[in-house]
């Protein structure tokens, strides 16, 4: 089965810098584009960057553009999210989603993992 499983979640100050992991298993990684998405409480999920099979090709969201770089390591099957700058309403839980499509992961949960919690706080 798909595992997805997210870490590095945590609290920081505005300004900071959290790198997010996301650990797959039960599929063939180095075939899939990858995903992030984040959630608020209260509000609907939101696409954060893309990530193409081999990592040449990304995409990111305005709000994040500068700020955040997304990364994959095939060997490992894992993606990384860098997150630089952050600002209090990048507060979110941030998920890793098995999908490049971005309206296929945010109309669909079964593609994310559990997530990790994001906190941006003074």
């Known amino acids: 089965e798909v595992q997805l499983v997210e870490s590095g979640g945590g609290l920081v100050q505005p300004g900071g810098s959290l790198r997010l992991s996301c650990a797959a298993s039960g599929f063939i990684f180095g075939s899939s584009g990858m995903t992030w998405v984040r959630q608020a409480p209260g509000k609907g999920p939101e696409w954060v960057s893309s990530?193409?099979?081999?990592?040449?090709?990304?995409q990111y969201a305005d709000f994040v553009q500068g700020r955040f770089n997304i990364s994959r390591d095939n060997a490992r099957n894992t993606i990384y999210l860098q997150m630089n700058s952050l600002k209090p309403e990048d507060t979110a839980v941030y998920y890793c989603?098995?999908?490049?499509?971005?309206?296929?992961?945010?109309?669909?949960?079964?593609?994310w993992g559990q997530g990790t919690q994001v906190t941006v706080s003074s």
């Open positions: 989603a098995k999908s490049w499509n971005e309206h296929v992961v945010l109309t669909s949960r079964q593609y």
């Open positions: 990530i193409s099979t081999g990592g040449f090709t990304t």
